[in-house]
């Protein structure tokens, strides 16, 4: 079946820092990859969507500028939280959606990330 | 946008009843729905996708059905096992931008 990775799992930064996560699909191509961010007891909160080789849509609220969004090919895209803040602390997860199904998305095991 | 409601109360059942979990939105009808279960610390698995067209799915034990009048989709577990216990949560078509709105999930306790 379809498998997504993410990698860190979890990782926990200095405040200040910058923390790249990356997503994966292991055995198919994603023409699009979506970010999500998840706050305890809440919903998937879409951040952006990325498409290969151009740039990311970002969702109303989110800064494009501190939450830094790269799809360098069919299987990799990158979220790099800049100068992470305590309240930048969640749960990322990303998935993707395979060439030819639009109404198709695989989740990844996300990332939680921790922010001191 | 699309408001979606599942009830945030955890649903407690006993092992092999059948689990009924709602999912209720306010906004414009979906061109499909889908159903996740979610473990703690994990990411999102896809169960069922239902479209606007179909009123029920079923896969091995589980059943999706989708009222397009009421704004309103069932998740049925029957034969409920222990190990069923998950959040659920259901996900609509965030109308025709090709993404997802999540609710925020029903927690579902099976016991032995």
């Known amino acids: 079946g379809a498998v997504v990775s993410q990698h860190p799992s979890r990782v926990i930064c200095k405040s200040g820092t910058s923390v790249k996560i990356e997503c994966r699909s292991l055995?198919?191509?994603?023409?699009?990859m979506f970010w999500y961010r998840q706050f305890p007891k809440q919903s998937l909160m879409l951040m952006a969507t990325?498409?290969?080789?151009?740039?990311?849509?970002?969702e109303q609220g989110v800064e494009k500028d501190k939450f830094l969004i790269n799809h360098a090919s069919l299987t990799l895209s990158t979220l790099t939280v800049t100068s992470a803040h305590p309240e930048d602390s969640s749960f990322y997860i990303c998935?993707?959606?395979?060439?030819?199904?639009?109404?198709?998305?695989?989740f990844g095991p996300g990332t939680r990330l921790t922010v001191l | 946008s699309q408001k979606i409601e599942q009830n945030s109360e955890a649903l407690n059942i006993q092992e092999g009843k059948t689990a009924t979990l709602t999912c209720n939105y306010t906004?414009?009808?979906?061109?499909?729905l889908q159903w996740y279960r979610q473990d703690p610390g994990r990411g999102p698995v896809f169960l069922l996708l239902?479209?606007?067209?179909?009123k029920e799915k079923r896969k091995e034990r589980l059943k999706v059905t989708f009222d397009t009048t009421l704004k309103q989709s069932l998740f049925h577990i029957t034969a409920s096992q222990p190990a069923d216990s998950a959040t659920y949560l259901c996900?609509?078509?965030?109308?025709?931008?090709?993404?997802?709105?999540f609710g925020k999930g029903t927690m579902l306790l099976v016991s032995p």
């Open positions: 998935s993707a959606r395979p060439r030819g199904l639009p109404d198709t998305q695989y």
């Open positions: 055995d198919f191509q994603a023409t699009t």
């Open positions: 990325s498409n290969e080789g151009s740039k990311a849509t970002y």
């Open positions: 906004n414009y009808s979906p061109a499909y």
């Open positions: 239902i479209r606007e067209n179909e």
């Open positions: 996900a609509l078509d965030s109308g025709g931008y090709s993404t997802l709105t």
